[in-house]
């Protein structure tokens, strides 16, 4: 029962390229959705979040992006950068709780 | 302003030995959630607590595990009678409130079993 799911288990891009993840979700309840990265041996660090009455939320190079009717959400990054190279989880919440997706590893390449 | 504070980093135990991860919420933080990564997976959730209280314990296994959050001091999650399934990363986390989105995590506690 994977409600949320992340089908790229990993993302090769160029440095300063646009680097898309992408994240895709089966419950209508989860009120906010939220991007973490991930360095192996450390704890997930927030990145970015959205709430699911808006549609784009930006911050910097980040901008993440919500399909609600598709139930799918996005990430950019553009510029990309080799210190972007990480596994990113998407995680969405409902009730405090975080469901988080699979994981994608990014590598940037310089 | 100290983060989230997750001791030990490392455990080494024995199968049958029993296990207890600590963890110390942001300042000001009264909601703890315990969430473990097995390896080549994502984080499961396992349990949310606040101080006192178990709110949603419904991703702990049945049987050996058990988490608490008392008035005073950390949070444990304790594990009994370890099993090689066990070897994971325990992470802890905290945030302010119900509603507030985002979560703060530690840097994990990593458990080997032997």
């Known amino acids: 029962d994977q409600q949320v799911k992340q089908n790229s288990p990993s993302l090769s891009v160029q440095e300063g390229r646009i680097s898309i993840l992408n994240c895709d979700y089966t419950n209508s309840m989860f009120d906010y959705f939220l991007w973490y990265k991930k360095y192996p041996a450390e704890g997930p660090t927030f990145l970015i979040s959205?709430?699911?009455?808006?549609d784009k939320n930006e911050d910097g190079r980040f901008t993440v992006f919500l399909n609600k009717s598709a139930k799918h959400l996005s990430l950019h990054i553009v510029p990309s950068q080799p210190g972007d190279s990480a596994v990113y989880f998407c995680?969405?919440?409902?009730?405090?709780?975080?469901?988080f997706g699979q994981g994608t590893i990014l590598t940037v390449h310089p | 302003n100290a983060g989230v504070m997750q001791n030990p980093r490392h455990l080494v135990r024995r199968r049958g030995q029993e296990a207890r991860l600590r963890c110390s919420p942001m300042k000001g933080h009264s909601h703890v959630y315990w969430y473990r990564q097995l390896p080549e997976e994502g984080l499961k959730f396992m349990v949310y607590?606040?101080?006192?209280?178990?709110?949603?314990e419904s991703g702990m296994p049945k049987e050996r595990f058990s988490a608490e959050f008392p008035k005073e001091g950390p949070s444990i999650l304790r594990i009994q009678q370890v099993v090689r399934g066990d070897s994971a990363a325990y992470f802890c986390a905290s945030s302010p409130s119900l509603a507030s989105g985002e979560l703060f995590f530690g840097e994990g506690s990593r458990l080997t079993v032997l």
């Open positions: 959205i709430s699911s009455i808006k």
């Open positions: 995680a969405a919440q409902s009730y405090g709780k975080l469901t």
């Open positions: 607590l606040q101080k006192e209280n178990i709110i949603d």
